[in-house]
């Protein structure tokens, strides 16, 4: 096997050429070419592919237990015998008309996935289908680089801090993201609390980690000056030039990591339709790169260990 890879920015991305997935899939020696790119370049791109349902969750499943991601209490085929793999479709089957997945074909913002889990999504596939003529493009941008990015002072300023990232429906799609209300404080205060700077695990490289929604709560701060840090933050993000665009074709396969990336993507009309498959691995619990130490008590008494450590110690109310 003779790979080529070429970088598609300085920044992020590489397409990977010489590679047959349904047969080298199982090869472990390629899948570790893989996870390398994929640390390094945090997006891989192969063209041209045609793999089974079986290698599709197969290549995912080598980076983490895989998700059912699936709408719940849907009518959709997605694709049978595979619960593993959600299709992201804004068409339906043409015999029975039913969905062929879930989704639609709305302009979407930057978000990273499942961010209200405590262990969110770590790596993502995708296998075009189909697409419209011309496809529509999906954007990655590197958020060690927009955290590499910043001012030292805001550094300082956030290297501690840790988000409320609550549930807000739809809140990835444009529209959704532009016009639609805050919810209740109260609504906002309940969620998923992630550190704002996480460890990316497999380079030890600080990522800015943005909840979606620029109303979300700083811990520990008001609603004021959380909103007006994290619009900072977003304005900073937007303008970064560490993305790259890849315009899905039939038969593109891209995976990349979703715990140092975020994503958009462009719409399209309703009356053309686009199909993925989709499929999610499981990642860790995001930890900050910056997090609290407690003192080395090594050779303290109990009493000097207790007193050295109790700034740092948390408490669990009574039951």
């Known amino acids: 096997m003779t790979i080529k890879a070429t970088a598609l920015t300085p920044d992020i991305g590489v397409d990977l050429a010489g590679v047959e997935l349904e047969k080298d899939a199982y090869d472990r020696h390629f899948i570790d070419q893989l996870r390398t790119a994929l640390n390094e370049h945090l997006v891989v791109r192969i063209r041209n592919q045609r793999i089974s349902p079986r290698t599709m969750t197969s290549i995912a499943g080598y980076f983490g237990p895989l998700l059912d991601i699936r709408r719940a209490g849907g009518n ?35 978000h990273s996935d499942s961010t209200i889990w405590e262990v969110p999504t770590g790596h993502i596939a995708f296998y075009c289908r189909t697409a419209p003529t011309p496809p529509p493009t999906t954007y990655f941008l590197n958020m060690t680089k927009v ?61 800015l980690y943005l909840p979606v929604r620029r109303d979300s709560l700083i811990v520990g701060w008001t609603e004021r000056d959380s909103r007006a840090l994290l619009d900072e933050l977003w304005e900073h993000t937007n303008a970064s030039p560490c993305s790259v665009s890849a315009a899905l074709e039939p038969d593109d396969f891209i995976i990349w990591d979703n715990t140092a990336t975020v994503h958009s993507r462009d719409g399209w009309p309703e009356s053309q339709g686009r199909t993925m ?21 090594t050779g303290l008494s109990p009493q000097e260990a207790k007193a050295a450590s109790a700034p740092f110690m948390q408490t669990i109310p009574a039951v």
Not at 178 to 191: H, I, Q
């Open 76 to 110: 959709a085929l997605h694709v049978p015998g595979h619960d593993m793999i959600k299709v992201i479709s804004n068409e339906n089957d043409p015999e029975t008309g039913r969905p062929l997945g879930d989704g639609n074909c709305s302009a979407q913002v930057w």
């Open 277 to 297: 498959w989709h499929v999610s691995a499981e990642g860790e619990v995001p930890t900050p790169r910056f997090g609290e130490r407690v003192p080395n008590t």
């Open 147 to 207: 955290y590499e990015s910043l001012p030292e002072k805001t550094k300082e300023r956030i290297k501690s801090l840790k988000v409320m990232h609550h549930v807000f429906l739809r809140q990835i799609e444009v529209a959704i993201a532009r016009d639609a209300p805050s919810l209740p404080l109260e609504d906002r205060r309940v969620g998923r609390i992630h550190p704002l700077v996480r460890r990316h695990i497999p380079t030890n490289r600080p990522a």
